[in-house]
Each structure stands twice: as C-alpha cells, then as structure tokens.
C-alpha cells in the first residue's frame, strides 16, 4: 500500500515508485497542510517544511497574527475569504451573500483500489494496482462538508485527487468555484510548460518564466479546446528530455477550465486547476453533492520525458476503456478532404474498391450523408440518410462496403443544430440562447443544449438508431464550435450558473450510453480537428483526431505537443493529399507515412484520383504499419529532436518496454547546402545490449552497435537530398 499514517504526528505519506507526498493535519485548529511533494523521501513526519513554528507563520492563539499565518500556510485546500489572499479552492454564496469557507480537518479512510466519479472520467485501478486517501474536512458555521481524495498510482508515479462536496445545511449553498486541486510549494526556478494553438495549430509548446503574481490558462469556451490546454508543467530551469525536475499537473476533463501557477510575496507557489469559475455557479441543496473532476499529478526528476511516458502509461493502463485500446485499430480511409459535401454512393464505393486493392481496412463517410446538407450551412440534427446522394439507403451502402471487404464507419456532429434545420423548426428552445437575444452563428450552427434531458435522449436515439440500421463498426464524433449566449430554456434562474458543466456531463452521458450500447464500438472524438483533445474525453474514445491540419510538417509541432501528454495510440493522424489542403505545402508522399505512422494512421484523401506513384506506396505504408503498431502503440516514447525549437529537423522514437525494438523517425524539414550526415542521440535503449540498425530508406546500410554507443556517441543520420525528407530507423536487440 502506497499511503501511510502516523497517528501520532498527524502525518500522512503518500508513495509512489519516485515520488512522496505528505500532508499533515496541524495540531490546534486541524488545518490540513501540504508539507510535501517531490522525489521519494524516507522520514515520514517532515511537517516542519509546513514552518508552523516560525515566525509569523504561527496561528496565533490570540488571533493577532491570523491573517500572516493564513496567508502563507501551505493549505491542501485553501477556502476563500478567511484571510489566505492567494487563489483559493473553493468558494461559495450562501443565502446571506457571504462567500467565505473554512475547512478544518475531521477524518479520513484508506482504502485499496478506487472508486468511480459519478458521471465524470477517471483513472481507475484495483486493489493491486492503487490505494487511495479520502480526507473529510468540513466548515461546521457553514455545514459545507469536503472530501479530498487521493489515489495513489504506485507502479506508474501518479497521484489522482479529485473532489467532493455535500452540504449539510438546509437552506441551499452556491458553490461559485470548486478547484480539483491546489498544491503549494516553494519557487524554485521552474518555467511553465504549457500548450497553446488555434484550429489548425493546436497544442503548441510554449515555456514562460514565472512571475510574481498569477499565470495562468484556461478555457471559457465550453470546451478544453484549441487554445489552451487543460494541462501545465513547472519545469526546473535547464531541465531536459532526460533531466532535471518536472511537475506535471494534467485536468481529466473536457470543459472550461482553469489551470493557474500563483509566485507569492515569499517565493512559494500555488498551482491550481479545476473548472474555470468564470460562469460557474452550481447550486447544492440539503445533502446534495457536487463532484469535481479529477486532476492527475506527477513528478519526475528525470526531464520531460519521464513525464510524458508516466503520463502515458496512466493513459494507457489507467484511463482509456475502449476494447480497442491496446489493438491494432482498422487502417480507414476517411472522405472529407477527398470530396468535402460532394458524394454519393457511387464516388464512395469507388474509393472503398481501389483502397481495398491497397490494403485499406474501413471506409469512414464523413460530413454530409443526412438532411440536404450539401455544406455547412444546413441540416445539423436532422440525422436522417439523404437518400438522393446515398442512392439505395445507408444499409445498401454499408453492405456493399462490407462486400468490398471494408468495416464502415460514420461521421457525427450530435451536439449540433443548424437554424437551417427541421429539428430547429420543431425546437428552436432546444439551441443555447439567451433570452430574447439571437444567439451567435458559428460556422452558421448553434449548440444544442444539453442540459435538458429530452434534447439528450432525442439525439441519443437518433445516432443509435442510425447505428442499429447497419453494421457500423466506427463513429467519429465531431464538435465543431465553441459554446456562447449560455442561456438555457430548460434550467431555473438559480441554475443558469450550471450550464457549462451540465453541457459536458451531458457529452459524458451521451458517449457512455452509446458503448454501452455498443460495446465493440470505435469512438473517435473531434472537435474541429483536435479541439476536445483531452483526457477526459480518452475515458470514451481510445483515439482522437489531433487536427484538421493534416501537412506533414505542421503535423510534426502539433504531435510532438500532442505527445508530450497523450499516447500515439490515442493521435488521430491521416495521410492526405497534397498540395495541402490548409497551407498548401507538398511533401513527398513517403514523409506523409512516415509522420502519419506516429499516430492511428489512414488515409484522407481521393485514392481515385492521387497521382498512380503515390497510390503504389500505399500498400508499402499499409505493411509498414502493420510492421511497427504495435511498437508504436505500446512503446515509450522518446523525444529526440525538435523541429518547433532547431526549426530544421525533428525526431522522436519508442521503444518496446523489454528493450528489444525500437524505431526512430527523422524528418529533415530543411535540407541545409554543403552539410554531409547529422548526429543524434537515441535515447531509451538498453546500454548493454546490441541493436541491429536497418534504416527505412534504400540509402543505409545496416549495422551493429550497442545501446550506449547509439545513444552517448549517436549515429550519423545521411543528409537526404530536398526538403521534407524523412526516414525511419529501424532498431532490433541481437543476441551474443
Ligand atoms: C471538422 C472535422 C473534420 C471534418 C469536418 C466536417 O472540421 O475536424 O475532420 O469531419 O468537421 O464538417
């Protein structure tokens, strides 16, 4: 078991494999107190990190010095409005318009194993693989009562809190902020790591130096989405891939979100993340519990990269449910950039046949099958065929695919609905609006809101029946604006504030109905490419697409990003056509695999009509993905190289977790004049072992090196004549 209590000290520690957390409960006034968090340490009692014996950290029994002592106390989780002024967890309005809470500690439960969050995502694992720690604090003026949980991931150096909330009392509580988590510590030099982006360009890595006061990012558009991510980093100052200390702080959620690092007057930090407060009001009745999703924390003392492949073991192991999750998923090809609103039947048993003759394994019919939608201007909820361009009904369609040889899968935007629409006309009280405002367009649609029951069975039911029809072995499940006018016709005044969140647990309800119905279903999320990337929505679907921008090179920032946190096997990412269709770029067919291969892989893209050169590479790709998945999907991941920052090449590699396989992707975005062969380091393999080296391209010769000398000497990667130029570097352990 991971957690520890000493009795007598007040003490509990927390242990994973590399890591120790301890909190300790303070003697007088039962303040739970954050002591610490970092590498694994022997002592147990370290409460006086907590420095409740120095001045003027000492409540003062005479109160004269309360405020210095809450103000700098190193709270597990600060209420708000009692004299700490940094950013507080949680924070209420009470009948008398006070918004004040004070936690006191007043019993806790240890337990092997974890339980579920109602209607949210979440880690799980049983008793063997993780213990967890409920706190009960409570603010008695108040009757607020507060569960911190802590689960306890050994194996894989991760510690889960989440949170919940009941009140006690009889008059209503509002809660107007309920953070997941709240760590204190002291502000060592760390930079924070975050990802930013923009539809097209997601998850780009950006560090910035902190500052006294509050940085933060966040989300108030409904969803995690393009911009920022639910998801920081504080990275001490000269970490790198393979050292120096690491925190990582990731939000199981897909909504509004904040995540804050706060640099005080006495060098500690805060870091904060849960919803964002902003339009977040929740209203609790007697006995009524709210739950807060859950934030997973890490730490590492060996860079970066430790983090991500501790991030994506959890995912991996502890996270993602689908029975997909550690298989091979179908090579699809998807329609929407080879015809966009222009298919019919014939165009897409065209493709289904000639991607059959390459190796292609399920046909994926993207936007535009229902209602008359011919472009986005139209039918979002009228989710019946178009039988004057699907000629002979969807059944015929898919039978005719499955002849062919091919799975089906089916595009979806569910939460949607165009003003342009019969559903519209029949429920226009169904769309997020506020009242007496015309709400705003967004790629012409509004957002269903669904809060309201009736809209969420309605919807549900007429995505299943489409699934019950005919034999359809996968479904994207897009998401294409963000949410404005939050106003709902179905929720009372009082609980307007619970809009947002109410808009996710009913995307949560909906996605957990539909494998419940459809066990053996493949879920792919999307959001405008990969605005819902996130690990709340990876609970329901094993695989998300990354982006809408499917060039090669963009792709490279916006997987390497990507992966910093998510898995390969969860990177939704195509092979398409070029020039490219967002920033018209033409790259060799070859580097279009080869990136593709870091993620599900597929095509997207008119295999009818791609010049005959590129068609004959595809069942080369097809056998070369078939070679490497597995590696690719099960393996640790390692960054090597990274065309966002040198801006002239990019690699990355896995390797198999017994150290026997190992491939590596080079991508020279810039060929440079007069320059010869450039020198990597590999990372992850075995020192003493021996490696054969076959490199994926006819220009290498194979050779035998050891583990240490391939990642301490490198090797010389042979300059490649033009830009764009990739190759793969193809590792297995030789016995002696
Ligand atoms: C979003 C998705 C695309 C495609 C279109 C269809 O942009 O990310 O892959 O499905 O919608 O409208």
């Known amino acids: 078991m991971g957690i520890h209590y000493d009795d007598g000290a007040r003490v509990f520690k927390l242990d994973t494999a ?11 006034e039962n303040f739970i107190g954050h002591a610490y968090y970092g590498a694994s340490i022997r002592d147990m009692d370290v409460s006086y990190l907590m420095r409740t014996k120095e001045a003027p950290f000492v409540p003062s029994q005479n109160n004269r010095d309360r405020s210095s002592f809450l103000d700098t106390f190193p709270m597990e989780y600060p209420g ?7 950013e507080s967890a949680i924070a209420i309005l009470d009948e008398n318009g006070n918004t004040a809470v004070d936690l006191h500690y007043t019993g806790h439960r240890i337990y092997d194993g974890k339980t579920g969050i109602p209607g949210l995502p979440a880690t799980f694992g049983d008793e063997t693989e993780c213990s967890t720690l409920e706190i009960y604090a ?5 009757m607020l009562d507060v569960t911190l949980f802590y689960t306890v991931f050994e194996d894989v150096d991760v510690i889960a809190r989440s949170v919940q909330i009941t009140n006690r009392a009889k008059e209503p509580v509002y809660l107007t902020k309920v953070m997941s988590t709240s760590v204190d510590m002291d502000a060592e030099d760390y930079q924070m790591l975050t990802l930013h982006g923009s539809w097209a360009r997601e998850r780009q890595i950006e560090y910035r130096s902190i500052g006294y006061g509050k940085q933060s990012v966040g989300s108030t558009r409904g969803e995690s989405s393009h911009q920022e991510h639910p998801f920081v980093a504080l990275v001490s100052k000269g970490a790198t891939q393979e050292s120096g200390k690491v925190y990582g702080f990731h939000f199981v959620y897909s909504g509004n979100f904040l995540a804050q690092v706060e640099k005080n007057q006495f060098d500690s930090l805060r870091v904060v993340m849960g919803i964002h407060p902003q339009d977040f009001c929740w209203q609790l009745k007697e006995n009524e519990t709210f739950y807060a999703p859950e934030v997973v924390l890490t730490c590492s003392e060996n860079g970066i990269g430790a983090m991500t492949r501790t991030l994506h073991d959890l995912y991996r192991k502890h996270l993602i449910r689908s029975p997909y999750k550690n298989k091979k998923r179908p090579i699809l090809i998807n329609n929407w950039e080879a015809t966009y609103f222009d298919f019919d039947t014939e165009k897409l048993l065209a493709i289904a046949r000639e991607a059959k003759k390459c190796g292609i394994e399920m046909l994926v019919m993207d936007d535009g099958w229902f209602g008359y939608r011919n472009d986005d201007n139209t039918s979002l909820g009228d989710w019946q065929v178009n039988e004057e361009k699907i000629k002979g009904g969807l059944k015929n369609l898919v039978d005719e695919v499955n002849r062919i040889g091919l799975k089906f899968g089916i595009w ?5 609905i ?4 019969n559903l519209y006309r029949n429920h226009p009280d169904w769309a997020i609006a506020l009242p007496e405002r015309t709400p705003c367009r967004s790629r012409n649609q509004y957002v269903l809101d669904l809060s309201r029951p009736e809209v969420r069975d309605y919807v549900y039911e007429a995505v299943a029946s489409i699934l019950r029809s005919t034999n359809i072995e996968y479904v994207k499940w897009d998401m294409n604006r963000q949410l404005t006018d939050l106003g709902s016709a179905y929720l009372n005044r009082e609980n307007q504030g619970e809009l947002l969140h109410r808009y996710v647990l009913g995307v949560y309800e909906m996605q957990e109905r539909l494998l419940k119905e459809f066990p053996k279903l493949l879920l792919e999320n999307c959001s405008g490419g990969g605005a819902r990337f996130d690990s709340g929505m990876l609970y329901y679907s094993p695989q998300i697409w990354c982006s809408d921008d499917t060039d090669a090179i963009e792709r490279l920032k916006i997987q390497e990003g990507t992966a910093l946190i998510y898995p390969l096997s969860t990177m939704g990412a195509h092979v398409s056509d070029c020039p490219n269709h967002t920033v018209g770029r033409v790259t060799p067919f070859a580097t279009r695999g080869h990136v593709a291969l870091a993620g599900t892989f597929g095509y997207e893209l008119d295999i009818t009509k791609i010049p005959a050169e590129d068609r004959e590479q595809i069942p080369q790709q097809v056998a070369m993905y078939h070679r490497y998945n597995e590696l690719v999907r099960e393996g640790d991941y390692y960054r090597i190289a990274s065309y966002s920052q040198n801006h002239e090449y990019d690699c990355y590699g896995v390797v198999a977790k017994n150290r026997m396989e190992a491939l590596f992707t080079f991508v020279q975005v810039l060929n440079r004049p007069n320059y010869h062969s450039r020198r990597i380091y590999l990372q992850g393999l075995a020192p003493e072992k021996k490696y054969r080296i076959e490199l994926g391209r006819e220009n290498g010769e194979a050779s035998i090196l ?5 990642m301490h000497a490198g090797i010389q990667i042979p300059n490649m004549w033009g830009d764009f130029q990739s190759v793969l570097l193809h590792l297995t352990a030789v016995e002696e």
Do not use: C, K, Q, W
Not at 22 to 28: K, L, P, Q, S, W
Not at 80 to 86: I, Q
Not at 138 to 142: A, G, I, K, L, T
């Open 18 to 28: 590399h890591t120790s957390y301890v909190i300790a409960i303070t003697d007088e």
């Open 80 to 86: 708000n409005g009692v004299g700490d002024y940094r």
């Open 138 to 142: 409570s603010d008695s003026v108040r």
């Open 412 to 416: 979806f935007e569910p939460e949607m």
């Open 418 to 421: 165009s003003p342009d629409s």
């Open 706 to 710: 050891y583990g240490d000398t391939l």
